[in-house]
């Protein structure tokens, strides 16, 4: 996958925006830094651990978006999880002041702040990437609840064409084919490359081609059509389970993160 | 106000109706004087073949056979008994006298009728232009005596007029009197026009009718005639390079040839019909001496050839645009007024536009995020709201309606008896049929039809597209293609 095709951001205005943002809070971070010594307790210290706090509790707010639908639609919201999100993360940053955190739960926010960031980045590479190439590189577009149903009918549209045909293709097909066509075969390679594969699967069908009559290389051709089909649908069922998937790794450590940043601030009050 | 009709009355109202809605017996149907107007050597031929879209029907008096604003299919023509015409400003104070009125007797004069109605007798026709036209019904048409009609559907109407040309004349004549000289008026090009050349006009006009797939004008050949719509659909391409390019397409009250014609030029496309298509046409000498000494015209029709050229130009620089019109005439995308589509190379697959769908609609999704596919673009299975939504027709109790001046077809559930003739009769299957966990009283599981309604009511518009978080879901008209080749790219 073209990691910068897929990381272009679709508002770029808003991402240049965000960078101004950014660059506006790492200015102030110098000047307070240039001023004396750095609390992140006090003064600039705080007020950037004020914004982290803001930022992230926005972030973990996103699930409730179709509640907002009156204020703006959701692709607003998409986009201001994503930006806000990462600036919180910044702004994390520098009220630490760069400097490693001392306890166990400054340190679990530290890692898990840094985690969220990691797993909502890559998200969003998923999620540029992996629609462009299932829709630029398959014919078939399926839902991914429908797949088991799909392949059943795929198999059982092989079945038909084999009938009547020679032994060796019966053969073949009982042995190597039916049991590939049956069941499901998710691979990561489809992440790289939505064919990966498709040339090996095949290989042998085709070399059967010359080893058979006149009809059952019809027959052969069909199936390897049948064969391409299911393989589309493995490479479906790998993306977009990843599409959905992804988000075991992204919104668990959120909301532990979130329950972590309630205690922070507690402490931070109360002591 | 009386309260709402109980849904099992509905029911048994509309299967008391179907039990009627028999085809007309082939012996009655062949003494009926419209039956008698097909030529006798082939007419047994011809009503084999519409029987099946033919039915009589009796209305006793009061009833409406028609009611103004809904859809209609069908000619009507009265075989027994006497109608009335009401305005809809008439209808009201009509009603009133039904209501008054004495036991009918056997002729209309036995009661006083109200002022300023059209009667109507054996052997009248109404009906037609609506079902010609495609557009809603004008005027409602009730019973004034025990009535009994017989219900020509449009199938059967087009083969009528096919092979008998005194009933088309009828037809023409009709729609010259009371219809052309009102559609001719819309076409900016009449604007100015004085009565007696419109009326010269609506005299010599000829009315076509084409079958799906024929051309009406070719592209390089002398344009020699003005063309309006009347019904059905027109495309209009052009050949680039070899390829046959969609530009646009004509809906009813849509026109082409003026410019040709008044500067003396070919055809710059091609007209097909896309459907079965009605045409006006107007010859070369009818529209030269009707606006040809209008000083402004030419210059308007200049800017308008110039146009046409730019257009001609966008096209074949971005012929995919063409394409995607293409398979908008192909799958009936045309027809729609707010059409469903989803960029899958954008598109994560969350169904987030399904749950807002169906949170917004009672936990029930009104469509399926599946369909055809065109290039990047997935046609959902979701409601077109068609300009000429031909699922009103035949709704027994009303349910499926669009409101005047309203976007949205819309289904009432608790108006809806579930008797599936929506789902049966749109071209595209975007309605639905879903049980509502009733039970009905003679054990059948109850059933309501469902379709896209564009979240009527809801102020932020459709939830699908408001919900998708990556601004996939898309709603577009045809009717614009500047906007479709800027959103479709």
């Known amino acids: ?70 204020l703006a639609p959701a692709r607003f919201w998409t986009q201001a999880h994503v930006y806000v999100g990462g600036l919180a993360v910044a702004a994390a940053l520098l009220h630490s002041g760069f400097v490693w955190p001392h306890g166990l739960v400054d340190t679990a926010l530290l890692l898990l702040s840094g985690w969220t960031t990691f797993t909502g980045f890559l998200g969003v590479w998923l999620q540029k990437g992996i629609p462009a190439r299932l829709t630029e590189g398959l014919r078939v577009e399926v839902l991914l609840e429908r797949i088991p149903e799909l392949r059943a009918r795929v198999v059982a549209a092989a079945d038909a064409c084999i009938a009547g045909a020679g032994d060796v293709l019966r053969r073949h097909y009982r042995q190597e084919l039916r049991p590939r066509l049956e069941r499901p075969h998710p691979a990561l390679s489809y992440l790289i490359e939505v064919r990966a594969g498709r040339d090996r699967a095949l290989e042998p069908l085709r070399r059967l081609a010359s080893f058979v009559a006149a009809p059952d290389k019809a027959r052969i051709d069909d199936l390897i059509g049948l064969h391409i089909e299911k393989l589309e649908l493995d490479a479906h069922l790998t993306l977009q389970r990843l599409l959905r998937g992804w988000l075991v790794l992204h919104a668990p450590p959120a909301a532990v993160l979130l329950g972590l940043l309630a205690f922070h601030v507690f402490s931070a009050l109360w002591y | 106000m009386s309260g709402p009709v109980p849904k099992e009355q509905l029911r048994q109202a509309y299967e008391a109706r179907l039990r009627l809605l028999v085809p007309a017996d082939v012996a009655e149907l062949a003494r009926l004087p ?40 069908s000619v009507y023509a009265i075989v027994r008994g006497a109608a009335v015409v009401l305005e809809p400003a008439q209808e009201a104070p009509w009603k009133a006298v ?14 006083p009728a109200p002022p300023r109605v059209q009667t109507l007798g054996v052997g009248d026709l109404f009906g037609d232009r609506s079902a010609l036209s495609r557009f809603p019904v004008a005027a409602t048409v009730s019973a004034w005596t025990p009535l009994r009609v017989l219900r020509v559907r449009l199938p059967a109407l087009r083969m009528l007029t096919a092979v008998a040309p005194e009933l088309k004349k009828r037809l023409d004549q009709r729609y010259r009197e009371e219809t052309l000289a009102h559609q001719l008026r819309r076409v900016g090009l009449f604007a100015e026009v004085d009565e007696a050349a419109l009326q010269r006009l609506r005299e010599r006009a000829k009315l076509l009718a084409f079958s799906p797939g024929q051309i009406v004008a070719r592209e390089g050949t002398l344009a020699d005639s003005f063309y309006m719509v009347r019904g059905g659909y027109l495309k209009v391409s052009v050949d680039v390079g070899g390829a046959d390019l969609a530009v646009t397409y004509l809906r009813p009250g849509d026109f082409a040839g003026e410019t040709a014609i008044l500067l003396d030029e070919r055809w710059p496309f091609t007209l097909q019909a896309v459907e079965h298509a009605e045409l006006v046409r107007l010859e070369h000498e009818d529209m030269v001496a009707a606006v040809g000494d209008k000083p402004r015209l030419k210059d308007r029709l200049w800017d308008e050839a110039l146009a046409r050229l730019k257009t001609r130009g966008v096209v074949a620089r971005n012929p995919v645009a063409s394409e995607y019109l293409q398979m908008a005439l192909e799958t009936g995308l045309v027809h729609g007024e707010s059409v469903l589509l989803i960029d899958l190379s954008t598109c994560t697959r969350c169904d987030d536009c399904v749950q807002a769908c169906a949170d917004t609609h009672g936990g029930q999704p009104v469509f399926i995020r599946e369909g055809k596919r065109y290039r990047n673009w997935l046609v959902p299975t979701a409601c077109y709201q068609c300009t000429d939504p031909v699922c009103l027709v035949d709704c027994p109790t009303g349910a499926i309606r669009r409101e005047v001046s309203t976007l949205e077809v819309t289904i009432d559930a608790p108006t809806c008896i579930g008797c599936s003739n929506c789902a049966t009769r749109c071209p595209w299957n975007n309605i639905v049929m879903v049980e509502t966990g009733s039970v009905r009283k003679d054990g059948k599981p109850e059933e309501v039809a469902v379709k896209c309604d564009l979240c009527h009511g809801r102020a932020e518009g459709p939830a699908c597209v408001s919900a998708c978080p990556h601004g996939s879901a898309v709603r577009i008209s045809f009717k614009d293609m500047a906007a479709v080749r800027s959103v479709l790219r």
């Open chain 1, 1 to 70: 996958m073209r990691i910068a095709a897929a990381l272009r951001p679709k508002q770029p205005r808003v991402f240049l925006a965000s960078l101004g943002v950014l660059v506006l809070l790492a200015a102030a971070h110098a000047i307070g830094l240039a001023r004396g010594r750095f609390d992140p307790g006090r003064g600039l210290g705080l007020a950037f651990g004020i914004l982290a706090a803001a930022g992230y509790v926005f972030a973990a707010a996103y699930p409730w978006r179709r509640r907002a639908a009156r």
């Open chain 2, 34 to 73: 419209l039956i008698q107007l097909i030529p006798e050597k082939i007419r047994p031929n011809v009503i084999g073949k519409i029987q099946k879209y033919t039915h009589f029907l009796d209305f006793a008096p009061g009833q409406a056979v028609v009611s103004a604003g809904e859809w209609s299919d």
């Open chain 2, 98 to 111: 039904m209501r008054g009125a004495p036991p009918p007797g056997p002729a209309p004069t036995s009661r």
